[in-house]
């Protein structure tokens, strides 16, 4: 579960920091007015006390809210390609290992139980430079699940 992996990295890294930390994946490709969009979504979530921001996503589930224009309240998101993790939101998802399912999921499963307060910049600001695990050198935990499911059949 290597794509996992990464991202448990950076999430104990973020709790051991005093400010968020941006987490891009190595086919995150921001798009333009990424700068300027980021900095506005920043300011107005701040309010909101916010665990995690996504900036790339697929919307897998209605939004709870529109918080502005440029944001909305999330509920089920899916792809971890970019966003931004405040580091009690990393303490909440250390506290939830093991990873028992991809990681995008993991994440997603618990803001939908509302252990974890989530948000989305939107449109998204970051989209996956090709198409999903194509020349990326991370293996990704679907495949590892698709695999061990096929050959336990």
């Not at 333009?32 to 900036?55: C, N, W």
């Not at 897998?60 to 580091?87: G, H």
């Not at 252990?115 to 910049?121: E, H």
Request: charged share 20%; glycine share 4%; aromatic share 10%.
């Amino acid at each position: 579960r290597g794509c996992a992996a990464s991202h448990i990295v950076a999430w104990r890294r973020c709790a051991q920091a005093s400010g968020p930390l941006m987490i891009f994946e190595d086919d995150a490709a921001p798009l333009k007015g990424f700068m300027h969009s980021l900095r506005k979504a920043l300011a107005g979530v701040q309010t909101e006390s916010p665990d995690i921001l996504y900036l790339g996503y697929t919307q897998a589930s209605p939004w709870r809210r529109k918080v502005s224009n440029l944001l909305r309240e999330a509920d089920y998101l899916w792809t971890t390609v970019a966003y931004v993790l405040w580091p009690p939101g990393a303490q909440k998802l250390l506290a939830k290992l093991p990873v028992d399912q991809p990681v995008d999921n993991f994440m997603a499963d618990l803001m939908a139980s509302r252990q974890l307060r989530g948000f989305a910049v939107f449109p998204c600001i970051v989209e996956q430079a090709k198409a999903w695990n194509v020349d990326n050198d991370v293996s990704h935990s679907d495949d590892a699940a698709w695999i061990q499911n096929c050959t336990a059949a």
